[in-house]
């Protein structure tokens, strides 16, 4: 189904001045502001738009520049705290604490703030028949190895 378009497009009649006075009253802007290219400034009130830009400026400068880069988010500069902080228990615990009074009470407890080594876990008992299985395959281990110390040996 063809849209209702019009055939042709049609000029305007209106002059330059009557485009430009339209355009300007589409966009609000007001037809009483002085055109500045035919006006002369004294020196004075140039120094006073001097004035006016570099405060501008430096109130623009003190902000700084607010676009950054999706991709790369500006990142806070890193900054030391004590707290919290982390630390450990003899049984293989650890716990945060949020400040120095609760850092010491824990460390009269019997916390410490050095990590303890690993904790040694007893191994499984192994029942008579798996114990037999597990000796047989050491030394089958025992074997190849020996054989290979010796094949490398024999080489060099």
């Known amino acids: 189904m063809p849209l209702n378009e019009a055939s042709g497009f049609r000029r305007s009649g209106l002059t330059r001045e009557q485009k430009r006075q339209q355009e300007a009253a589409i966009y609000g802007l007001s037809e009483g502001l002085p055109d500045m290219q035919n006006e002369q400034l004294t020196p ?17 400068a003190g902000k700084g520049n607010n676009s950054f880069d999706l991709n790369k988010p ?15 228990h003899k049984n293989g ?6 400040n120095a009074t609760e850092f010491d009470a824990h460390l009269e407890d019997g916390w410490s703030d050095q990590p303890v080594g ?8 192994l029942d008579a028949e798996s114990a037999r299985e597990a000796k047989a395959i050491d030394a089958q281990l025992k074997k190849a190895r020996t054989a290979e110390a010796k094949k490398k040996s024999a080489e060099a």
């Open 93 to 98: 615990k650890h716990k945060a604490v949020k």
């Open 44 to 60: 004075a009130e140039i120094e006073r738009m001097r004035a006016i830009l570099a405060q501008h400026d430096q109130s623009a």
């Open 74 to 88: 500006p990142k806070q500069p890193y900054r030391h705290q004590e707290y919290p902080r982390v630390i450990y």
């Open 118 to 125: 690993e904790v040694a876990q007893a191994a499984p008992a």
